[in-house]
């Protein structure tokens, strides 16, 4: 019987260490069909994707993924906690999902499910521990690494909780346990680079070094660690100017919204609380970048990866309320593209949610909240290429059907 395997992921750029973790996972789980819910233009910690959705999906599908799904950006731009939520709704709805295949630092999956479980079943000692430590100025994360080695004294908490695979992975663990998931976990351990090595180690970098790479135009080094696919289109796509830095691209944009806003208009953008809102806006006043706005803003409480992803926030209108609303959204399953041998998999999907044409999707169900979002989203994203002017993508990219 055929199995298959989810992926949640932001392929930014699709790299070495993406194919042979697809490729372990399919010998390991003996699976045939690689389903990927990937985010979009903008990324889980504030930033943006190098190339948009739609090229990131092409180059998937000719690096063995059969279906690449649209993380809706909300979800995408959030919370390690909410992009991973997001992602496994996204593959419950789809149904008939064996394993969720994440990658790993930690050699073991089940210290991993232990914090998951603290971290599901919060008691009011846990809540406590937690925010003594908030009131104590540490940011959110590290109060609940210190409240988690309060718990498991014999798991090496401190270290597991470093690494931002091993985070996110203990998110996935969660976010199954919470839906009653009948989808299996399935870890594998990262291959030889970390989350921001800037070093080449045997034909495998990061992500954050391929994109340093090609910004700086090295493509005899980035060409030794992606696939042939991702190296032709990063360089037509280089050439084109049809691609976009990093988030501080749009700092002319963001510092004018944050300068006409009020600061009850900020302090009602989502994940803005205790008066961040004034540090904002007095940041704006003096910062010429959102780079000098995140330095200016982040404190030991107030990681610069929260604030980059608030001042995204404030470039897309996401607000407290928009964020809340999101829990309880209709889910729908975005497909940017398809291998043509697995094309039966769309008519099992429910035809309310499904969307493989944005025009036609709107005309039956009208609009959708979260679909505005990754319609502006897309818009926005655009305004910032180098050379290439192109709109309205969402409407005009074809559905990719690989042959």
């Known amino acids: 019987m055929e199995k298959r395997i989810g992926i949640i992921a932001e392929y930014n750029p699709f790299h070495n260490g993406h194919l042979y973790q697809i490729q372990k996972a399919k010998e390991l789980t003996g699976a045939d069909t690689v389903i990927a819910v990937m985010s979009g233009n903008f990324t889980q910690r504030g930033d943006t994707s190098l190339i948009n959705k739609f090229e990131k999906a092409k180059i998937a599908l000719q690096n063995e993924v059969d279906m690449v799904i ?25 149904g008939n999902i064996d394993y969720l295949v994440f990658g790993i630092e930690e050699e073991n999956l089940e210290k991993l499910q ?7 079943n919060e008691d009011n000692e846990f809540k406590r521990n937690i925010k003594e430590e908030l009131d104590k100025g540490n940011s959110y994360p590290k109060a609940r690494e210190i409240a988690l080695k309060k718990v498991l004294s014999s798991e090496n908490v401190e270290n597991i909780m470093q690494k931002p695979n091993n985070i996110l992975a203990i998110e996935y663990l969660k976010a199954l346990k919470i839906t009653n998931s009948k989808i299996k976990p399935f870890a594998i351990k990262r291959k030889n680079t970390m989350h ?3 070093n080449i180690n045997e ?26 696919y991702t190296y032709e289109r990063l360089l037509e796509l280089k050439n084109h100017g049809t691609y976009v830095t990093s988030i501080n691209d749009f700092s002319d944009i963001v510092i004018y919204k944050i300068r006409t806003m009020t600061k009850e208009e900020i302090s009602q953008i989502a994940d803005i609380n205790e008066g961040l809102e004034n540090s904002i806006k007095l940041a704006s006043t003096t910062c010429k970048t959102i780079d000098e706005i995140v330095e200016k803003v982040s404190t030991k409480r107030y990681t610069k990866t929260r ?11 996401i607000t407290k309320s928009e964020m809340e609303q999101s829990k309880n959204a209709n889910q729908y399953i975005r497909v940017l593209g398809i291998n043509k041998k697995y094309e039966g998999i769309l008519k099992k999907i429910n035809n309310d949610k499904l969307i493989t044409s944005l025009k036609k999707f709107e005309e039956n169900n009208g609009e959708n909240q979260l679909l505005n979002i990754d319609k502006k989203a897309t818009e926005i994203y655009t305004i910032k290429y180098p050379k290439s002017v192109q709109a309205n993508l969402d409407y005009t990219s074809k559905f990719i059907i690989k042959i």
Request: aromatic share 10%; hydrophobic share 45%.
């Open 70 to 94: 649209e993380l809706p950006t909300i979800y995408s731009i959030s919370s390690a906690e909410n992009f991973a939520l997001g992602g496994v709704k996204i593959l419950n709805e789809i």
């Open 196 to 198: 921001n090595d800037e």
């Open 203 to 228: 034909n495998y970098a990061s992500g954050t070094y391929i994109r340093k790479l090609f910004i700086e135009n090295n493509f005899n080094e980035i060409k030794k660690v992606v696939p042939k």
């Open 307 to 317: 604030i980059s992803r608030i001042l995204t926030y404030i470039l897309l209108d």
């Open 114 to 120: 232990a914090i998951a479980d603290v971290l599901v």
